[in-house]
């Protein structure tokens, strides 16, 4: 057997593996990177077999049917993984006329060019494709690395069809091309990038999970908000940055609890979440600092005060489900702006004084840096005193 030969049988033995290894394990996007490496095994070992000497462009036209549908597959879960809606419409109608085109060049124009550098080409497409998506995502270093590693895999196949275009003999048969030196550097690329991709893939989903440990770490489940250590590694990422800081608690929650139950609390935890998430916005973000207390921060030249009532009005005019059915439920805050340089303690128990101050003031209102008419005092006693 020569090198050739076993090149030949290693190549969709190595591709099955690491489907096998991929369906099974259950990992994200598993079964479906699964299924693109078993593919592309079927239509390598399909391409050892010799082609017969009647109705050989079947044989061609079933090959390549696995390789694009192999690449197809690949190229749709690296559109998922990046968080792009997959053109599985246009991959499939690709795959079609792939196979259609090897039909006809093989069948009627009796052209192993053509049908070559036609499949060479669409396969080319997908993996463009894949590139596209992947360059939405580009958080990580792997992200980078996959990124990296599809444009080689593009450019490589760009170089082969100019290869079979300048360089193949118009006239050589499908045997000829198996022996040749093309076929060999196809099986070869084919083995190389199998592995790399297996490898920058097991990676990459090793940093997902991780990833999406951490972020459950620091996640509050029923709100949707971070949590307290979310919120205070946030926090300490944007130390540096000049904004508004809302500490509020909702108003005699416990008695909500008590009359209508549990769940009726949960709906409004949740509801809250959604209401902060969108005052927010993409900027800013909010935390459920624990039981019925809440945080935000956001990067906003506008008053404290101005912002706290925009919260505390939204929530007020929200209207509950059964049978919170004409329950108004209200919030204390306190809002101050966070200083150059200031750390976020120092600001913490500005904002959460002026919390306290607007609970001891009557509850349902806001107390902020502008309530004050100088400086910075208690300012529970200062409410008291105003009275």
Same mark, same amino acid.
């Given at each position: 057997?020569?090198?050739?030969?076993?090149?030949?049988?290693?190549?969709?033995?190595?591709?099955?593996?690491?489907?096998? *290894?991929?369906?099974?394990?259950?990992?994200?996007?598993?079964?479906?990177?699964?299924?693109?490496?078993?593919?592309?095994?079927?239509?390598?070992?399909?391409?050892?077999?010799?082609?017969?000497?009647?109705?050989?462009?079947?044989?061609?036209?079933?090959?390549?049917?696995?390789?694009?549908?192999?690449?197809?597959?690949?190229?749709?879960?690296?559109?998922?993984?990046?968080?792009?809606?997959?053109?599985?419409?246009?991959?499939?109608?690709?795959?079609?006329?792939?196979?259609?085109?090897?039909?006809?060049?093989?069948?009627?124009?009796?052209?192993? $060019?053509?049908?070559?550098?036609?499949?060479?080409?669409?396969?080319?497409?997908?993996?463009?494709?894949?590139?596209?998506?992947?360059?939405?995502?580009?958080?990580?270093?792997?992200?980078?690395?996959?990124?990296?590693?599809?444009?080689?895999?593009?450019?490589?196949?760009?170089?082969?069809?100019?290869?079979?275009?300048?360089?193949?003999?118009?006239?050589?048969?499908?045997? !000829?091309?198996?022996?040749?030196?093309?076929?060999?550097?196809?099986?070869?690329?084919?083995?190389?990038?199998?592995?790399?991709?297996?490898?920058?893939?097991?990676?990459?989903?090793?940093?997902?999970?991780?990833?999406?440990?951490?972020?459950?770490?620091?996640?509050?489940?029923?709100?949707?908000?971070?949590?307290?250590?979310?919120?205070?590694? $946030? *926090?300490?990422?944007?130390?540096?940055?000049?904004?508004?800081?809302?500490?509020?608690?909702?108003?005699?929650?416990?008695?909500?609890?008590?009359?209508?139950?549990?769940?009726?609390?949960?709906?409004?935890?949740?509801?809250?979440?959604?209401?902060?998430?969108?005052?927010?916005?993409?900027?800013?973000?909010?935390?459920?600092?624990?039981?019925?207390?809440?945080?935000?921060?956001?990067?906003?030249?506008? !008053?404290?005060?101005?912002?706290? !009532?925009?919260?505390?009005?939204?929530?007020?005019?929200?209207?509950?489900?059964?049978?919170?059915?004409?329950?108004?439920?209200?919030?204390?805050?306190?809002?101050?702006?966070?200083?150059?340089?200031?750390?976020?303690?120092?600001?913490?128990?500005?904002?959460?004084?002026?919390?306290?101050?607007?609970?001891?003031?009557?509850?349902?209102?806001?107390?902020?840096?502008?309530?004050?008419?100088?400086?910075?005092?208690?300012?529970?006693?200062?409410?008291?005193?105003?009275?």
């Amino acid at each position: 057997m020569t090198h050739s030969d076993l090149l030949e049988w290693c190549v969709p033995l190595l591709l099955a593996c690491l489907g096998t *290894m991929f369906y099974f394990l259950k990992l994200p996007f598993g079964r479906s990177l699964g299924a693109a490496y078993f593919l592309s095994a079927v239509g390598f070992t399909l391409a050892i077999f010799p082609v017969p000497a009647t109705g050989g462009w079947i044989k061609v036209a079933i090959e390549d049917f696995f390789f694009l549908s192999g690449i197809a597959a690949f190229a749709h879960v690296l559109a998922l993984r990046s968080g792009v809606h997959s053109p599985i419409r246009t991959l499939t109608i690709l795959t079609l006329f792939g196979t259609a085109l090897a039909a006809v060049a093989i069948g009627y124009f009796d052209s192993l $060019r053509l049908e070559a550098a036609g499949t060479t080409a669409i396969c080319a497409v997908f993996t463009g494709i894949a590139a596209f998506a992947l360059s939405k995502r580009m958080v990580h270093q792997i992200d980078k690395l996959l990124f990296a590693a599809t444009v080689l895999f593009a450019l490589n196949l760009v170089a082969q069809i100019t290869n079979i275009v300048l360089s193949a003999d118009a006239h050589m048969t499908v045997t !000829e091309w198996r022996d040749s030196p093309w076929a060999f550097a196809l099986q070869l690329m084919g083995a190389i990038f199998g592995l790399v991709f297996a490898f920058i893939f097991i990676l990459a989903i090793g940093l997902d999970v991780l990833e999406t440990l951490r972020s459950e770490s620091e996640t509050d489940s029923l709100s949707g908000l971070l949590n307290r250590r979310g919120f205070t590694n $946030r *926090m300490d990422q944007r130390r540096h940055e000049v904004g508004v800081l809302l500490i509020a608690d909702l108003d005699h929650f416990k008695r909500i609890n008590d009359r209508y139950g549990h769940d009726a609390g949960d709906c409004i935890i949740a509801g809250i979440g959604t209401l902060i998430t969108g005052m927010a916005g993409k900027d800013g973000f909010g935390a459920r600092l624990g039981g019925e207390e809440f945080a935000v921060f956001m990067p906003s030249l506008l !008053e404290p005060e101005i912002l706290g !009532e925009r919260l505390r009005d939204a929530l007020m005019r929200t209207r509950w489900p059964h049978p919170l059915n004409g329950v108004e439920v209200t919030i204390s805050i306190g809002a101050t702006r966070i200083l150059p340089d200031e750390s976020l303690p120092i600001a913490y128990r500005r904002a959460d004084s002026f919390l306290y101050a607007a609970k001891d003031a009557g509850r349902n209102r806001v107390f902020s840096d502008g309530n004050q008419s100088a400086g910075f005092g208690d300012g529970r006693k200062w409410a008291i005193a105003a009275q």
